[in-house]
Structures are given as structure tokens and as C-alpha cells.
């Protein structure tokens, strides 16, 4: 049984930074593309960076290019998410997915419309 379970989630100051991490079971990361999303109140699910499962080719959302970083560690079976330089706009639940990866998959890497298997989410909170 597929089980992603997310956590760093938290309240945060604009400027500052959290690392949410992503921990798989039930499948191996070198056979599944992971992505990070994130959802706002009233909001559309929206892609903010994937990690594919051969090479770690990455990809991210152009609103966190230069602030947040993806990364993997297959050892541990976990993806992390470096966040930094945090704006308020960044408030949601981000939830990580698993993506069996195909060329479709390719053109769309951050479609949450073609992920698999989702965690259940964390909360992150960018106020004053």
C-alpha cells in the first residue's frame, strides 16, 4: 500500500524559510517522479516543483524559481522541499504526490491532474 506522508509545516515569517519533507512507503523512489503542491483557500491545486525518479531532473513553478530547492534522498525513500525567502502568498497545504512517469508526464511535470497517489498534506502559514 502506497503511503506519502508529509510534515515541517508550520507558521513563518515573510523572509523566512521551512523544509517540508515527504516520506514514501509502499513504493521506491526510483520508479516514481515525486511533485510538491500546494492548494490556498478558494484556490486551485497549483505545482510548485517535481523531482523525476531517473537522474533527479527537476522542475519548479515559476513563482519559487530561486527560492525553493527539491531534492531526494532514495536511501531514506523521502523528497524534501527547502523553502526559502517566504512571502505570504505561499500560505497553503502543500501535499507531495507520486507520479508514474510516462511522455506524457514529460510535457506536464507539474499536472497535478497526472499524479497518482497524494499525502494528506501541512499546513504552511506566512504572516506577520
Known amino acids: 500500500q502506497v503511503q506519502l506522508v508529509e510534515s515541517g509545516g508550520g507558521l513563518v515569517q515573510p523572509g523566512g524559510s521551512l523544509r517540508l519533507s515527504c516520506a514514501a512507503s509502499?513504493?521506491?523512489?526510483?520508479?516514481?517522479?515525486i511533485g510538491w503542491f500546494r492548494q490556498a483557500p478558494g484556490k486551485e491545486r497549483e505545482g510548485v516543483s517535481k523531482?523525476?525518479?531517473?537522474?533527479?531532473?527537476?522542475y519548479y513553478a515559476d513563482s519559487v524559481k530561486g527560492r525553493f530547492t527539491i531534492s531526494k534522498d532514495n536511501a531514506k525513500n523521502t523528497v524534501y522541499l527547502q523553502m526559502e525567502n517566504l512571502k505570504p502568498e505561499d500560505t497553503g497545504v502543500y501535499y507531495c504526490?507520486?507520479?508514474?512517469?510516462?511522455?506524457?508526464?514529460?510535457?506536464?511535470?507539474?499536472?497535478?491532474?497526472?499524479?497518482?497517489?497524494w499525502g494528506q498534506g501541512t499546513q504552511v502559514t506566512v504572516s506577520s
Open positions: 504526490a507520486a507520479q508514474e512517469e510516462s511522455a506524457a508526464t514529460m510535457f506536464s511535470p507539474l499536472n497535478y491532474r497526472l499524479y497518482g497517489h
Open positions: 509502499g513504493l521506491n523512489l526510483r520508479d516514481y517522479g
Open positions: 523531482i523525476s525518479k531517473s537522474y533527479g531532473v527537476t
